[in-house]
T-cell receptor, first 112, second 114 residues
Framework: SQELEQSPQSLIVQEGKNLTINCTSS?????LYWYKQKYGEGLIFLMM???GGEEKSHEKITAKLDEKKQQSSLHITASQPSHAGTYLC????????????WGLGTSLAVNP | EPEVTQTPSHQVTQMGQEVILRCVPI?????FYWYRQILGQKVEFLVS????????KSEIFDDQFSVERPDGSNFTLKIRSTKLEDSAMYFC????????????FGPGTRLLVL
């Protein structure tokens, strides 16, 4: 079965610094999703990537899917305290499959 | 902006009791899901629902669990005879349809079984 591994597990950065979170799949990714979770809240959709080499940006967050479609990275530029939370990657478990499998998450703290 | 809502936000129950977790998906969405997250563990898929029937379920989703869409707006997860290990955050999600549609999640219900 497919597994998603995220790294690092946790991250503490100073406000204004850049950071990168990685998500590696044991199998080819058909769809890769990034979500943000704040304590006590739901999963907030950030971005979806499907094509090898695809890159998407929203405000200061950029997500990329590698050409082989087995790894994705999430990059935050000039981090702010509002970026703090847990970032989760999720993937379609098969072509056209509606079941998402998940990484364990990366907990991000941003110190002002 | 349309959002998925869930009630209650927190539920405490005694072992062996039945609980019903409620969700209101986004109105024009056709696919509905339940996931759970045990503290410190990965989010786990429980069940997906489309066209008034279960389209897929995980091995976790045994006879203890059931889902229902009792009317045009609500989507419920019933857990019969709750066990201590059912304690988790339960998330409802919905998607518009077709393959690889983005799933939008509710805020979750935190269930504690004592």
């Amino acid at each position: 079965s497919q597994e998603l591994e995220q790294s690092p597990q946790s991250l503490i950065v100073q406000e204004g610094k850049n950071l990168t979170i990685n998500c590696t799949s044991s199998k080819t990714l058909y769809g890769l999703y990034w979500y943000k979770q704040k304590y006590g809240e739901g999963l907030i959709f950030l971005m979806m990537l499907q094509k090898g080499g695809e890159e998407k940006s929203h405000e200061k967050i950029t997500a990329k899917l590698d050409e082989k479609k087995q790894q994705s990275s999430l990059h935050i530029t000039a981090s702010q305290p509002s970026h703090a939370g847990t970032y989760l990657c999720g993937a379609d478990s098969g072509r056209g499959n509606r079941k998402l499998i998940w990484g364990l998450g990366t907990s991000l703290a941003v110190n002002p | 902006e349309p959002e998925v809502t869930q009630t209650p936000s927190h539920q405490v129950t005694q072992m062996g009791q039945e609980v019903i977790l409620r969700c209101v998906p986004i109105s024009n969405h056709l696919y509905f899901y339940w996931y759970r997250q045990i503290l410190g563990q990965k989010v786990e898929f429980l069940v997906s629902f489309y066209n008034n029937e279960i389209s897929e379920k995980s091995e976790i989703f045994d006879d203890q669990f059931s889902v229902e869409r009792p009317d045009g707006s609500n989507f419920t997860l019933k857990i019969r005879s709750t066990k201590l290990e059912d304690s988790a955050m339960y998330f409802c999600a919905s998607s518009e349809g077709a393959a690889s549609g983005t799933q939008y999640f509710g805020p979750g219900t935190r269930l504690l079984v004592l």
